[in-house]
């Protein structure tokens, strides 16, 4: 299938001879690890012999309103949830996860379970509502993205405080941020501007792109970039509009990532629909996640991205307009007495807690 590079021939072994260490060599490529496999193993033995049979792990690829795009051994196909009757929680799938697929004998295939996840970019869904629930809801953007690129440009996008904001949310939902200066060709000396983004963290690996001029053989800029993509490895893009990360993630993939998605049916209407496939094989190893909702990082950001815990601490604060500061009954201050919080969080959440008051 077009973008996908796994080698064709674990598929003629496959159907040659069933090889489990081919399987297991395909599901690596598409970022599957042993906690995943411990996972599904143990849910798998909980299904009857027959139910066995028709299990595999796959990984979406693609998320629409309805229906989940996904990707196992066995190659992409469409699949829907399960009924709930079978779950005791939620099951809502999110780009990125990995889940157990069962598929039934006309092709069609119903997702069973969503193994934990190694990562979760999250979008607090604060509000009155979150508080009635006694904890604040959370909206899965991304799951198991192992590495961010937070791209930015030396021009008036610059801001080192939203950088920030940004490096924190990407280590709050466990994956690794990589700092990129993209459109270095702007400035002879891209050096001042890797100065102030050195300041954001000493242990943060830093990038300088040119991504535009990227086609040109000897980019090194993206090439370093390109490094970061070992076999198996997730990434994802995120930064303001504007500071390229379109032109990144095309010159990444090697062709147009196809903004309206690549795969095309028709609804019952008989109107073309564009499923949104947004997980990409990055040609030469690794995965990018290409996803709209990762993308408004620059909107959500202004929300909560990033300090779901402190949200839903606050609402035990005494006052409801609690700035967490001197207040007495402040439950945020508490858990950074109790040592649970950092010092560092707690004034990135009061910076942003301040903006949204102004709001
Ligand atoms: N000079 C220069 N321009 C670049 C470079 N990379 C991207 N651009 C230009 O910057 C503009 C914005 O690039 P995009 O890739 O669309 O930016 P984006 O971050 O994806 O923006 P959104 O889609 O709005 O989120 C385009 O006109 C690009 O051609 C670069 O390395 N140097
Ligand atoms: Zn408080």
């Keep these: 299938m077009q973008g996908w590079n796994f080698p064709q021939r674990l598929y003629f072994f496959r159907s040659a001879a069933m090889s489990s260490e081919l ?4 599901l690596e490529a598409l970022g599957w690890g042993p906690d995943f496999g411990d996972a599904y193993q143990t849910f798998r033995a909980a299904l009857s012999p027959g139910e066995q049979q028709r299990v595999t792990p796959v990984r979406v690829v693609g998320v629409q309103r309805q229906t989940f795009q996904v990707r196992g051994v066995d190659g992409e196909q469409e699949a829907r949830l399960a009924g709930a009757s079978r779950h005791s929680g939620a099951l809502t799938p999110a780009i990125g996860d990995w889940c157990v697929l069962e598929a039934a004998s006309d092709g069609s295939g119903r997702l069973l379970e969503v193994l934990p996840r190694r990562t979760t970019f999250a979008r607090a869904l604060g509000g009155e509502e979150g508080k009635r629930a006694g904890a604040v809801r959370q909206q899965v953007i991304a799951a198991n993205v192992d590495l961010v690129l937070i791209v930015t440009s030396p021009d008036l996008d610059f801001d080192l ?17 990589v700092l990129v200066l993209n459109k270095a060709d702007l400035h002879a000396q891209a050096d001042w501007w890797v100065e102030q983004l050195r300041s954001l963290g000493p242990d943060l690996e830093i990038h300088v792109t040119s991504a535009q001029a990227s086609q040109e053989p000897g980019s090194q800029g993206l090439e370093s970039v390109r490094g970061l993509l070992t076999p198996g490895v997730t990434l994802a893009l995120i930064g303001s509009s504007g500071v390229g990360k379109s032109t990144l993630t095309n010159a990444l993939l090697g062709r147009p990532a196809a903004p309206t998605g690549e795969v095309r049916a ?20 690794g995965l990018l996640i290409d996803n709209p909702g990762l993308r408004d990082i620059a909107v959500w950001d202004a929300d909560a991205a990033g300090f779901e815990d402190l949200e839903a601490l606050a609402t035990q604060c005494r006052f409801r307009k609690c700035t967490h500061t001197t207040e007495p009954g402040c439950a945020v201050q508490a858990a950074v007495r109790a040592g649970e919080v950092s010092a560092a969080r707690l004034a990135a959440f009061q910076k942003q807690s301040g903006r949204r008051g102004r709001r």
């Design 266 to 285: 028709s609804d019952q209407q008989g109107r073309h629909t564009t499923t949104s496939r947004t997980l990409y094989a990055v040609p030469g190893g």
């Design 23 to 26: 399987d297991l060599l395909a």
């Design 161 to 177: 405080e939203r950088l920030e904001r940004y490096v924190l949310a990407v280590q709050h939902s466990g994956a690794r941020p």
